[in-house]
């Protein structure tokens, strides 16, 4: 199992970015996937989370009605569109994905196994 992160980058405030996690060596649509950061100085947290049967989406506060997740599940692909970026939304953020996440526990750390690499967003003017 591997997930490859990419699509970050400099950005100034209000901007946009569009994360994309590239998964290899399963079949996504068995999996609950999401994204999250770790900012400097901060502890990991989960920014969205999307359930295995996508009926049910989740978001940290901090994000709703700027980021949106979604899915490919033909192409085994995860995305994180990230809009009006502000300063404290940088961080490095991770894909993440795992079969035996339940829907209760979805944005947690310790519920996925299968971690990618990161991709660093700054969000600076």
């Known amino acids: 199992v591997q997930l490859q992160a990419s699509g970050g980058g400099l950005v100034q405030p209000g901007g946009s970015l569009r994360l994309s996690c590239a998964a290899s060596g399963f079949t996504l649509d068995d999996y609950a996937v999401g994204w999250f950061r770790q900012g400097p100085g901060k502890e990991r947290e989960g920014v969205s989370c999307?359930?295995?049967?996508?009926?049910?989406?989740a978001y940290a506060d901090s994000v709703k009605g700027r980021f949106t997740i979604s899915r490919d599940n033909a192409k085994n692909m995860v995305y994180l569109q990230m809009n009006g970026l502000k300063p404290e939304d940088t961080a490095v953020y991770y894909c993440?994905?795992?079969?035996?996440?339940?829907?209760?526990?979805?944005?947690?750390?310790?519920?996925?196994?299968?971690w990618g690499q990161g991709t660093q967003v700054t969000v600076s003017s």
């Open positions: 999307i359930s295995r049967s996508d009926r049910s989406t």
């Open positions: 993440v994905a795992d079969a035996q996440t339940i829907l209760s526990s979805i944005m947690m750390t310790r519920s996925y196994a299968y």
